[in-house]
């Protein structure tokens, strides 16, 4: 049990492998393709359908899908391939936004509490009040303090995660610390700034990445259970999250309206967590199945 | 360890404190008005002015803040603005279903997501990992409502083997009780058990990768026991934060479980109370489920110090 | 001693007999319990604080009211034995049916009754216009009162019997406390009492049957005559989703469903288990409200400018779905299948014309690019429905529509500011309301053309205000009818509100239930579960 060697890691650069990643790496490759798909059905979705997302046909209600639509029509004769391939706009930009400011935010945050004693117990009590009180009911009281947009929706979510962040962080330093490597640097007088850098970082930022990833999907959820609450994007620009809530009510009629902004959501976080995986796995190559076979 | 819990302990008001203060803004400099709500169509402005009067919701905000805190400090969690009852009542009268679908769904994840998790560390790259990792991405991106729809619909409709909604006290009985909770039980567990199985079983990987786990098999030791004496027990911190992350992120599941499930519980009731700016009623849940929280992340940080030796405080 | 131990084992055995007997006679039958699921959660149990709906049935259920109104919308006598005018009109005599008895075995007393009305008349719209006729009320005996006026007035006992907030009588103890406080104290003389201790906001309220609520002999009419509880025990479930609630009533958890989902209804009529019934013969009216502080709808253009932009078909589609549902154009303000509808004035309503609205914005001074907020609740989906089309209308006329969405509380709090439409204030939101009050125009709250006295929006037209008085005054009910034309016409020209259409909410129910009334809203008199 005490045989936790001095960890001289390695990160390889990524440029080295560059060359192999297709055939190395089908998970990445697979995840780029998928968020690509995604990301470009979003971007080009005026070239991609004929149909605008906020047209009302109400004559054209609720049809199931059909070659006329693909994905079938919404309560108010909307398209719902439109609004789906639209919708993956706010979405994405929702699970994106929200990991990146989380994640920067919590990281810088949560190193230096780590790694600064007296600052740590500040910081933890902060992220501790922030984090006692439950994200969506906060997310749900801060949509209420302004008017529903995009922007309000990305602080509401971002703001419960950053805690989430800092307490990983914090916890993953913690362990880093008191590892031998660790307590010969800074007995050999290594200084802070330097010691963050070249020593803690790249040891949180695997764990980050995944972490990152699951910021991402769960953003994209907690919208969607924004708007199943009434409190989440305006219902007039779509995004998967509300096109789902407001047509859970014909759920049971219209399964179509649920389903194909569900699966899109779903290949959304599958994707994004494959790719979180995969570069995982890249940044570490320790990994591939050692043991149990 | 008595110290560093009373000390935690001690440290616990002034988070509390500022919660209190932060909620407490937060909802008094929002938006809506519980009066215009409880007035109605017909009322006039003035008839507004008189109900915010009556509601005292007219005086300054900080003598509304001082009578709070003041109220508080007497163990007093004030009325609800619409029904006039105490909110400790509503409280309590909500807590059991809460807590009871939390422990359920908990137990359930947690007994089910970390052999999954060492599973697929173990039988990383096999088919048994991919299969376990794709149903977790499967599970994890279905928002709760869906899955509670579609349980509904085969469990309670077409098989008639489970009730579609609500929930019997335990002192009704524990087969009622575990039949109400079952499904919604499961709605959430699904999800939180994805969470729980990807988290264990990258930390599994991130464990078995180390070097002594490599001399430990080197040194001829079993699979079975270089798994668990070695890999899950230095796994364990990081798995145990991502259990008290997952409380976090089960209380948003449990909200809208108790919204598709008609179950009475604490989620319910705050947003309820949100939706009519009841705001005696938010501030004390809030602020009640904040000190459950600290409370639980207390319990954890201390697990640390039991399951890592290396850290201490 | 043979004899003895006999005698013993025999009075063992009657004792046995009898305390079976008692248990026997103390549960006849089973207890007949009805579970409904009603449209929204019981949060205020008072009827004159509040006017929500929700708290409008729980009163019907608990308070009886001096007249109800039957299906031709005529008040009719209820808690009232016998009533007298005076030849000059001036004096009301009213004397209550003998063995009235509230909840605490109290009788009802004169003093209940003149009690409530004024705590009510300080509230309601209607009682406030009543109270300024009223000189005196006073106990004439243990049964009688008497209501004296200063001049004529001709709705007195539609006032009396309005179909939603009516003055329900309470216990003078409880009707004393001042209008702008709450009575938590649910003791009324209804056909069932509230069971306070298991009472759970958010989550059910629970009525039993009043033992000694003595119904009116006459057949139930809409909601006067015999209010019969038949049911042991009522239990009102809140459920905020409706798709729990359609899987709890097909698995038979629940029995009753006041507000299914109209979408549904369709799927429901074809479920063997399931009735559905149209118990509201007048329905809801959807409006779109303008506010007039605020150019460009302080201008009667501007407001006419949006009756050109409806298309009713279009927003019943959106908001209903079901043809079968709604009413394919309705031009009157006080709803069609009302006494009091006339398609008068309605040719503006009936086929959009944009440019026309376009001309007649420019008219009111709107200038292309000034932007027009729209209030859009999000967690009210009719709501939301309608006001994504009204959007869309004005796009289609040239209009900068500004979406402010946020959930209705906000929105409830949001209109009563008369700021500016950028400075916090607003120009347009959708809301919908329904029922015979809906259809008079005294008690028509958004038709109230006040001006600073009006609901959000300020309506404002004294010319409007002055033909609704002298139609309030005249005691004929024929000429009365007539009146209403010359108020609809000019409405269409000031338009306190664009009416968006009429449509129908069903209720649906096991079909072990039986005796469902058509009473306009639902009420759980004469309701029976087999």
């Known amino acids: 049990m005490s045989i936790a060697t001095t960890r001289t890691r390695i990160v390889r650069p990524l440029v080295v492998?560059?060359?192999?990643?297709?055939?190395?790496?089908?998970?990445?490759?697979?995840?780029?393709?998928?968020?690509?798909?995604?990301?470009?059905?979003?971007?080009?979705?005026?070239?991609?359908?004929?149909?605008?997302?906020?047209?009302?046909?109400?004559?054209?209600?609720l049809r199931p899908p059909s070659a006329a639509h693909w994905f079938g029509t919404d309560a108010y004769g909307r398209d719902t391939f439109s609004r789906t391939i639209y919708g993956g706009r706010i979405s994405m930009q929702i699970g994106v936004s929200v990991a990146a400011m989380s994640v920067l935010i919590g990281v810088v945050?949560?190193?230096?509490?780590?790694?600064?004693?007296?600052?740590?117990?500040?910081?933890?009590?902060?992220?501790?009040?922030?984090?006692?009180?439950?994200?969506?009911?906060?997310?749900?009281?801060?949509m209420s303090l302004t008017k529903a947009s995009v922007a309000t929706v990305i602080i509401a979510i971002t703001i419960p995660e950053v805690p989430r962040v800092i307490r990983l962080v914090r916890s993953l330093v913690l362990t880093i610390r008191e590892q031998t490597y660790m307590q010969a640097a800074i007995a050999s007088g290594t200084r802070l700034p330097r010691l963050m850098l070249r020593h803690i970082l790249p040891n949180v930022l695997t764990p980050l990445i995944v972490q990152a990833t699951y910021i991402c999907a769960s953003a994209v959820l907690l919208?969607?259970?924004?708007?199943?609450?009434?409190?989440?994007?305006?219902?007039?620009?779509?995004?998967?999250?509300?096109?789902?809530?407001?047509?859970?009510?014909?759920?049971?009629?219209?399964?179509?309206?649920?389903?194909?902004?569900?699966?899109?959501?779903a290949l959304m976080v599958l994707g994004v967590n494959m790719l979180g995986d995969g570069v995982r796995d890249l940044l570490d190559p320790r990994l591939a199945g050692r043991i149990g076979k | 360890m008595l110290r560093i819990v009373l000390r935690r302990l001690g440290a616990t008001i002034p988070v509390m404190l500022v919660v209190a203060v932060v909620v407490f803004l937060m909802l008094h400099l929002s938006a809506g008005d519980p009066a215009a709500i409880i007035a109605g169509d017909n009322a006039t402005e003035e008839d507004i002015a008189l109900l915010r009067k009556s509601l005292g919701l007219d005086r300054p905000l900080a003598e509304q803040f001082v009578q709070w805190i003041w109220q508080l400090a007497q163990g007093d969690l004030g009325v609800s603005i619409f029904n006039r009852v105490p909110v400790a009542t509503m409280i309590a009268q909500r807590m059991e279903p809460t807590i009871a679908l939390t422990v359920l769904t908990m137990t359930l994840a947690v007994s089910l997501a970390v052999p999954l998790g060492v599973l697929a560390a173990w039988r990383v790259g096999t088919w048994v990992d991919h299969t376990i990792m794709a149903l977790a991405v499967a599970a994890f991106s279905c928002p709760v409502f869906l899955i509670g729809?579609?349980?509904?619909?085969?469990?309670?409709?077409?098989?008639?083997?489970?009730?579609?909604?609500?929930?019997?006290?335990?002192?009704?009985?524990?087969?009622?009780?575990?039949?109400?909770?079952?499904l919604p039980a499961i709605s959430l567990g699904l999800i939180y058990t994805a969470l729980l199985a990807r988290m264990t079983r990258s930390t599994m990987l991130e464990v078995l990768g180390e070097d002594y786990i490599r001399t430990a098999r080197a040194k001829g030791l079993g699979v079975r026991q270089v798994l668990l004496q070695h890999g899950l027990r230095n796994a364990a911190v990081p798995i145990v934060t991502t259990i008290g992350l997952g409380i976090a992120l089960l209380i948003g599941g449990v909200v809208v479980a108790e919204s598709v499930f008609a179950i009475p519980g604490i989620g319910r009731l705050t947003v309820e109370a949100l939706q009519q700016r009841d705001y005696p009623v938010i501030q004390g849940v809030i602020l009640v489920s904040s000190l459950a929280y600290v409370l639980v992340n207390l319990l954890i940080d201390l697990s640390y110090l039991l399951l890592d030796p290396r850290i201490r405080y | 001693m043979h004899n003895r131990r006999n005698i013993l084992a025999g009075a063992g055995a009657a004792a046995l007999l009898a305390g079976s007997l008692a248990e026997g006679r103390a549960q006849p039958k089973k207890i007949k319990t009805l579970k409904a699921v009603v449209h929204a959660d019981l949060k205020i149990v008072d009827p004159v604080w509040t006017t929500a709906y929700i708290t409008q049935r729980h009163a019907n259920l608990v308070y009886d009211t001096l007249f109800a109104l039957n299906a031709k919308f005529e008040p009719k006598p209820q808690m009232v034995e016998s009533y007298t005018l005076s030849p000059d009109g001036l004096k009301y005599t009213f004397t209550l049916r003998p063995g009235l008895v509230f909840h605490d075995n109290q009788p009802v007393r004169p003093v209940d009754c003149i009690a409530s009305i004024k705590r009510w008349s300080a509230r309601d719209p209607m009682g406030q216009l009543l109270a300024t006729f009223i000189t005196e009320m006073a106990v004439v005996d243990d049964r009688t009162f008497s209501m004296t006026l200063k001049e004529p007035y001709g709705l007195v006992l539609d006032s009396l019997g309005k179909a939603t907030s009516p003055p329900y009588i309470m216990p003078e103890r409880l009707a004393n406390t001042p209008p702008n406080e709450q009575v938590t104290d649910p003791t009324g003389s209804g056909p069932f009492m509230f069971k306070k201790d298991e009472w759970r906001p958010g989550n059910r309220a629970v009525y039993l049957r009043h033992p000694g609520y003595v119904p009116r002999s006459e057949p139930p009419d809409y909601l006067s005559g015999g209010k019969i509880a038949k049911l042991d025990r009522l239990e009102w479930i809140y459920i905020p989703d409706n798709n729990t609630v359609l899987s709890a009533l097909q698995a038979g958890e629940i029995d009753y469903f006041e507000a299914p989902p109209l979408d549904f209804i369709g799927m429901l009529k074809g479920s063997p288990d399931i009735s559905v019934l149209n118990i509201d013969s007048l329905g809801v009216q959807g409006l779109i409200r303008p506010n007039t502080l605020h150019p460009p709808f302080d201008k009667y253009e501007g407001r006419q400018a949006l009756l050109h932009l409806i298309d009713q078909a279009e927003y019943m589609g959106a908001v209903v779905g079901d043809a079968s549902l709604y009413m394919p154009f309705c031009g009157a303000y006080f709803l069609c299948n009302s006494d009091n509808e006339t398609a008068v004035g309605s040719e503006p309503l009936r086929k959009p014309d944009y440019a026309k609205a376009k001309a007649l914005l420019a008219q009111a001074g709107y200038v292309p690019g000034q932007k027009i907020v729209v209030l859009q609740p999000t967690d009210r989906p009719q709501y939301n429905a309608a006001t994504t089309v009204l959007i869309s209308g004005l796009r289609k006329a040239g209009v900068t529509v500004d979406v402010q969405s946020a959930d209705w509380s906000t929105i409830t709090s949001r209109r009563t500011r008369r700021d500016p439409p950028d400075k916090g204030g607003w120009n347009l939101f959708i809301t919908t309301h329904g029922g015979p009050d809906t259809s008079m125009p005294v008690s028509n709250v958004w038709f109230n053309s006040k001006c600073e006295r009006a609901n959000p929006g300020w309506a404002c037209d004294p010319e409007l205000e002055k033909l609704i008085s002298a139609w309030a005054r005249e005691p004929d009910r024929a000429k009365r009818h007539a009146g209403i034309e010359e108020i609809q016409r000019r409405a269409y020209v000031s338009v306190p509100y664009v009416p968006f259409g009429q449509f129908f909410q069903p209720v649906a129910f096991r079909k072990n239930v039986t005796g469902v009334l058509a009473a306009g809203q639902p009420v759980y008199w004469n309701i029976d579960k087999s």
């Not at chain 1, 790496?25 to 393709?33: D, E, G, M, N």
């Not at chain 2, 619909?153 to 079952?182: C, D, I, N």
């Open chain 1, 17 to 61: 492998r560059r060359r192999g990643l297709l055939t190395r790496h089908p998970r990445i490759t697979l995840a780029a393709l998928l968020l690509g798909t995604l990301a470009g059905l979003a971007i080009f979705a005026p070239f991609i359908t004929e149909y605008d997302p906020m047209t009302l046909a109400v004559t054209q209600r």
């Open chain 1, 109 to 142: 945050v949560g190193m230096l509490g780590g790694a600064i004693r007296w600052l740590d117990p500040i910081v933890m009590r902060i992220s501790d009040g922030l984090m006692s009180i439950p994200a969506i009911l906060l997310a749900i009281a801060l």
């Open chain 1, 223 to 265: 919208e969607a259970y924004l708007g199943f609450l009434g409190a989440g994007t305006p219902t007039e620009v779509p995004s998967w999250g509300n096109i789902i809530a407001e047509n859970r009510t014909f759920v049971q009629l219209a399964t179509w309206n649920v389903m194909f902004p569900g699966v899109f959501l």
């Open chain 2, 149 to 182: 729809y579609a349980l509904v619909q085969q469990f309670a409709r077409t098989w008639k083997v489970l009730p579609v909604q609500g929930y019997t006290p335990l002192s009704e009985g524990l087969v009622p009780f575990l039949l109400h909770l079952a």
